[in-house]
């Protein structure tokens, strides 16, 4: 059964900073990896997909790198700034209908 | 555009009632998700319908959580006899291809 973890599961950070969230996943038979963003009582929305023959895709200041072989994905966000707020969950399809696991999420709140 | 909707955005009902949540996806998709998120378990698959195929209802936790998809578009989650770990938030998505296209949810609570 596959597996999603996330660390850290919270992070503060001053405005500015460049961060990192980290994803691992336990089975790497993955037919690719997303980056969501949910903010408070909201639903989610995508960020980044990562399709498994990939090693990374970019988005203005978002960065995902994903290393299939060791279950590791990694989220860097540059020059952070306040409205970078949120919870960013990682979630792998294994190909079987898409249906996604998804990890339990990094609560990141950046401050002024 | 529109994007996905649900209804109701909060729903608090007694323990033992039953509850409908509905789901109106992107105009278009075939293919249609519910998941539900809860403190303490992270975001769970409940099922997923795509186009005339029979559902997965592989992550449904129980016989008393069911869901239908009328004509391709609208979908309803029931879940009868509430039990009070059914409170959590219950999202919906729907997609073209890969990329899932979630709602707001709705935010269920069981007294």
């Known amino acids: 059964k596959q597996e999603v973890t996330q660390i850290p599961a919270a992070l503060s950070v001053p405005e500015g900073e460049n961060l990192v969230l980290n994803c691992s996943f336990t089975?790497?038979?993955?037919?690719?990896l997303q980056w969501f963003r949910q903010d408070p009582g909201k639903g989610l929305t995508s960020l980044l997909l990562?399709?498994?023959?990939?090693r990374e895709q970019t988005s203005g200041r978002l960065n995902a790198s994903l290393d299939k072989s060791s279950g590791r994905s990694t989220l860097y966000i540059a020059a952070s700034q306040p409205g970078d707020s949120a919870t960013y969950l990682c979630a792998v399809d294994t190909g079987t209908a898409s249906k996604l696991t998804f990890g339990t999420g990094t609560r990141l709140q950046v401050t002024l | 555009g529109a994007g996905v909707s649900q209804s109701p955005s909060n729903k608090v009902t007694e323990k033992g009632k039953d509850v409908e949540l509905r789901c109106d996806p992107i105009s278009g998709h075939t293919a249609l998700y519910w998941y539900r998120q809860s403190l303490g378990q992270g975001l769970e698959f409940l099922i997923y319908?795509?186009?005339?195929?029979?559902?997965?209802k592989s992550g449904l936790p129980s016989d008393r959580f069911s869901a239908e998809r009328t004509g391709g578009s609208v979908s309803t989650l029931t879940i009868q006899r509430t039990q009070q770990e059914d409170s959590a938030v219950y999202l919906c998505a729907s997609s073209l291809s890969t990329l899932q296209h979630f709602g707001d949810g709705t935010r269920l609570s069981i007294l």
């Open positions: 990562i399709q498994s023959s990939q």
């Open positions: 089975d790497s038979a993955i037919y690719n």
């Open positions: 319908f795509q186009g005339n195929s029979a559902p997965d």
